[in-house]
Antibody, heavy 117, light 107 residues
Framework: QVQMVQSGAEVKRPGASVKLSCKTS????????IHWLRQAPGQRPEWMGW????????YYSYQLRGRVAITVDTSAAEAFVELNSLTSDDTGIYFC??????????WGQGSLVTVSS | DIQMTQSPSTLSASVGDRVTITCRAS??????LAWYQQKPGKAPRLLIY???NLEGGVSSRFSGSGSETEFTLTISSLQPEDFATYYC?????????FGPGTKVAIK
């Protein structure tokens, strides 16, 4: 069965960076685009960007462009997201998700990121 | 960007009730709409795709309809496990966007 297991919670100071991981199994990693989304407390999910493991291409939300990077380790079937210059607005739960035709059919369990001084 | 809205924001219902949630897009998205269910502390779960197609493993009491800018999610007979927050998501164009959610609470 498809599994997406994310790394644990992080606490960061404003201005710092965070890198989260998403270890996948149960499907062909290069056959599906992988996305990262985030959800601030009590808010709707916000799409951050995607990485196509087969093509090695990426596409990011305009609002985060320049601060976010999504990478993969194809040999380990693992995806990563790194977000720089953190502020309190970046506090929330970060999810990786597998794309199927533009929607998300499998999700990681989420990684809580708290940005606080 | 395509803006998504939902109504109501919260609804209170009883087990066995028929529940309908509305989602509107700020411009036509054809039928490129998905519905998700999210419970506290969990990731969203895909219920419906392409406006009316039931995801595998999802109960047939969930159904979706609509096109262009107006869509509905219906739960035919609410069960205890259905109390959750429901989000619509458009995948017509980037950036992919979600509605603000509808919380279905116990009356």
């Amino acid at each position: 069965q498809v599994q997406m297991v994310q790394s644990g919670a992080e606490v960061k100071r404003p201005g710092a960076s965070v890198k989260l991981s998403c270890k996948t199994s149960g499907y062909s990693f290069t056959s599906f685009v992988i996305h990262w989304l985030r959800q601030a407390p009590g808010q709707r999910p916000e799409w951050m960007g995607w990485h196509n493991p087969e093509l090695g291409s990426t596409y990011y939300s305009y609002q985060l462009r320049g601060r976010v990077a999504i990478t993969v380790d194809t040999s380990a079937a693992e995806a990563f997201v790194e977000l720089n210059s953190l502020t309190s607005d970046d506090t929330g739960i970060y999810f990786c998700a597998r794309e199927r035709g533009g929607l998300f059919d499998h999700w990681g369990q989420g990684s809580l990121v708290t940005v606080s001084s | 960007d395509i803006q998504m809205t939902q109504s109501p924001s919260t609804l209170s219902a009883s087990v066995g009730d028929r529940v309908t949630i509305t989602c509107r897009a700020s411009q036509s998205i054809s039928r490129w709409l998905a519905w998700y269910q999210q419970k506290p502390g969990k990731a969203p779960r895909l219920l419906i795709y392409k406006a009316s197609n039931l995801e595998g493993g999802v109960s047939s009491r969930f159904s979706g309809s609509g096109s262009e800018t107006e869509f509905t999610l219906t739960i035919s007979s609410l069960q205890p496990e259905d109390f959750a927050t429901y989000y619509c998501q458009q995948y017509n164009s980037y950036p992919l966007t979600f509605g603000p959610g509808t919380k279905v609470a116990i009356k």
